[in-house]
């Protein structure tokens, strides 16, 4: 890449900017660790939940039984701890949660349909559209229902019109956005009613509602919140579920549930072509432990959604640059729309927005009303003397 930078410069006539060049490169072209300054938690352009992921060089039991001496499987470990935290007969990890459902609907409704309401149709970011993923797995949809009122007469309508072509009950939870007003949509133990297996794609992950990792129980902001052990116990056949979200991990599809479903999906041909490594692994392991030790301070995201305005406000004194300020940050990654949680941070005045990503550890802000400001919640305190630096006057 220096070379390269090196070149450009010389070839533009102008070799002192090869230094501005291979800059403007590193920028660009690598992957690098950035101070999240916006408030949103699950910030989907900034990699979703934050994770602290770190191994020495070394082989692992990947697949291979430490026990027999033979062949294992890679979803005896962590995909084994998810479904205990889920309360799940068993669960099996793929790549995400577009995946996990284009890996169940294959393997429980390829050739046959997939029943699904219209108000469920949903495109969640980048431009993706669950429908088209769906199509892809060789179901057919049978949607039902309007945009803004499904029924349960409706689903009952299409499984007996189309009978045995009607493999799968499919619900998806709204994560990105919200019908109001005039709306009806049938709750999960209805749907669990219609003898087809019942596939609930909650998406946004939040493991169980109780929330016994965090020692004040569920926050406010959750609200209604679908999770994974409540959509089982209220009769879901299988829960799909993304592990970057509310579940705090790394980049992730979950699929939970019956074992013989699950094992349906783990023996379909694309199962192999989906599944993840030993880094994503290792990662959902150690935040599948977190939850059962109910340890959230473990789990990055659900520390920083649980720390305190009060906690955050003396951070922002501390930095001691610019205005303290009361902010609100967001859950954000498609999950809880219009929810926020009180957070508070530093302001100074202007657009910096420019000069704070080209800090050496780029931060990134936001501009509200005329002032650039970085919400702390989602700060690692140990960068707090990095903001401090950044927003210093004369600091470049
Ligand atoms: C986010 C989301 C997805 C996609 O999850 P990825 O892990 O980004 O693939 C699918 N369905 C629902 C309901 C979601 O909220």
């Known amino acids: ?206 493991a169980d509602s109780r929330c016994s990792w965090l020692p004040g129980g569920p926050p406010g902001w959750l609200d209604n919140e679908p999770a994974a052990r409540q959509t089982l116990e209220a009769g879901a056949d299988l829960v799909t579920f993304s592990g970057d979200k509310l579940f705090g991990g790394p980049q992730a599809g979950i699929i939970a549930g019956r074992a013989d479903l699950v094992a349906a999906c783990a023996a379909h041909p694309l199962a192999r072509a989906l599944r993840p490594g030993s880094l994503v692994l290792g990662a959902l392991q150690a935040t599948a432990l977190a939850y059962l030790n109910r340890d959230g301070d473990a789990i990055p995201f659900w520390r920083m959604a649980s720390l305190s305005q009060d906690e955050l406000r003396s951070r922002a004194q501390e930095i001691g640059v610019g205005v303290v300020v009361d902010v609100a940050s967001t859950p954000g990654g498609g999950t809880l729309p219009g929810v926020e949680i009180p957070s508070a941070g530093v302001a100074v005045e202007g657009d910096q927005r420019n000069r704070l990503r080209n800090h050496r550890r780029p931060i990134i802000a936001r501009v509200v009303d005329g002032r650039t400001v970085i919400d702390l919640r989602t700060v690692h305190p140990d960068d707090d003397s990095e903001i401090a630096a950044a927003l210093t006057p004369g600091s470049d």
Not at 56 to 73: I, K, M, P, V
Request: negative net charge; charged residues 20%.
């Open 1 to 206: 890449m220096l070379v390269e930078a090196a070149r450009t410069a010389i070839n533009a006539g102008a070799p002192e900017s090869a230094r501005q060049i291979a800059d403007d490169a590193a920028r660009r072209r690598l992957l690098r660790p950035v101070i999240n300054g916006t408030g949103t938690l699950l910030h989907t352009n900034l990699g979703r939940a934050p994770i602290s992921w770190d191994q020495a060089e070394q082989y692992s039991n990947l697949e291979f039984d430490l026990t027999t001496g033979e062949r294992g499987s890679r979803m005896d470990a962590a995909p084994a701890l998810i479904a205990q935290v889920c309360g799940a007969e068993a669960a099996i990890v793929v790549n995400n949660c577009a995946a996990a459902v284009l890996l169940v609907l294959a393997s429980l409704a390829e050739g046959s349909g997939v029943v699904v309401s219209r108000g469920e149709l949903v495109e969640i970011g980048g431009g993706f559209r669950v429908p088209d993923v769906m199509e892809r797995s060789g179901a057919r949809l049978i949607e039902v229902g309007t945009t803004n009122r499904t029924r349960l007469a409706d689903f009952k309508r299409a499984v007996e019109q189309h009978g045995d072509a009607a493999a799968v009950v499919l619900q998806v939870h709204q994560s990105n956005y919200k019908i109001v007003g005039f709306t009806e949509a049938p709750r999960t133990a209805e749907l669990a009613t219609l003898s087809r297996p019942l596939v609930s794609d909650i998406g946004s992950g939040l």
